[in-house]
């Protein structure tokens, strides 16, 4: 096991490089929400009107930076996940998932004395922004869906990684793998199954770092998996976590979906149905795979930025026009 102030220390670096790398300026807040259990990280950058980002599961919250530079004029906020990053562990025990989830995202706003805020979120980020869209539908604007948001649609599949840390036995060793050390080629493999090759060949050594290293504090590992165990069983969605056709279309927060042509987890074709089914929702196609950003961060973020930036719109005021 690693020494863990050694370790903080070296992902507070790499985060403070990635972050002056993208012209961020950052500030750290750590929030104990409504339960004592429940504490998030949560910084932000910038000012202007709040967006709140919420990236994928085990990834850091400042993994979404290269897309976040390209989105000036707006107070960021990045919610590092209970048990994600540097945000202390957490089991994801107790209630469902999806109360967990929005209980997170209102608990977070509520500590930031934030009432409403626009939300970009990507693969469980997009889960839990569509959870919160349905049960708290008040505290969000609008939402920005970028890669495909984890289990919330029918037909996702999962990686091998996710079916083998699902399993009983076989999920216990990955777990004690992931805590060990190991050197970075071998983390850059590993992430090419979920984001593709060119992401991965993309990103910074400070970026990977920022990937791999928190799984080696104690009790990281172990938070990716419960939750991985939670939403998933081996390569498919628990069917608790994929919304319904009458759960979409009571969808009322105005939605754009950012789809990546090449996204492993499922890809645009197999998502329109879905997204047709959600009153005013858009749908975009970007190059690129699970992480579009890291494959080409101005293409990703053209349509989130003039989507954010754009008058209130009603839902149903637009209905579902693809653009590739």
């Given amino acids: 096991m690693s020494n863990s102030p050694s370790l903080e220390h070296r992902i507070r670096a790499a985060e403070q490089r990635v972050a002056d790398t993208y012209g961020l300026t950052i500030s750290e807040h750590l929030f104990t929400l409504r339960d004592p259990s429940v504490q998030v990280r949560v910084l932000t950058a910038g000012s202007g009107e709040p967006v709140v980002h919420i990236n994928g599961i085990s990834a850091p919250a400042m993994?979404?930076?290269?897309?976040?530079?390209?989105?000036?004029?707006?107070?960021?906020i990045l919610i590092d996940l209970p048990g994600?990053?540097?945000?202390?562990?957490?089991?994801?025990?107790?209630?469902?998932?999806?109360?967990?989830?929005?209980?997170?995202?209102?608990g977070t706003l509520d500590a930031l004395a934030v009432d409403q805020a626009a939300f970009v979120g990507s693969s469980l980020g997009g889960l839990f922004t569509l959870w919160s869209a349905l049960d708290a539908p008040e505290r969000l604007t609008r939402a920005a869906i970028v890669a495909t948001p984890a289990t919330a649609l029918p037909g996702m599949r999962g990686i091998a990684e996710m079916a083998s840390l699902t399993s009983p036995l076989r999920g216990r060793i990955d777990e004690a793998l992931m805590q060990m050390r190991s050197p970075r080629f071998v983390a850059r493999f590993a992430l090419t199954e979920a984001l593709g090759a060119a992401a991965t060949r993309a990103m910074s050594d400070d970026m990977l770092d920022l990937h791999r290293l928190p799984?080696?504090?104690?009790?990281?590992?172990?938070s990716y998996r419960a939750l991985l165990r939670r939403l998933m069983q081996g390569h498919t969605a628990r069917p608790e976590n994929v919304l319904t056709d009458d759960e979409l279309a009571r969808l009322e927060t105005?939605?754009?979906?950012?789809l990546a042509e090449h996204d492993v987890f499922s890809s645009p074709d197999q998502a329109r149905p879905s997204v047709t089914k959600i009153p005013g929702a858009r749908l975009v196609v970007v190059p690129g795979g699970h992480g579009p950003w890291f494959d080409d961060a101005a293409r990703c973020a053209s349509p989130v930025r003039e989507f954010l930036s754009s008058e209130p719109i009603r839902a149903g005021t637009e209905r579902n026009r693809d653009h590739a």
């Fill in 63 to 76: 993994g979404m930076a290269p897309l976040i530079a390209q989105l000036p004029g707006f107070q960021h």
């Fill in 254 to 258: 105005p939605l754009l979906f950012v």
């Fill in 215 to 222: 799984l080696r504090l104690p009790g990281q590992a172990a």
């Fill in 84 to 106: 994600h990053s540097l945000a202390p562990p957490f089991a994801w025990q107790g209630r469902t998932v999806r109360e967990l989830a929005t209980s997170v995202v209102t």
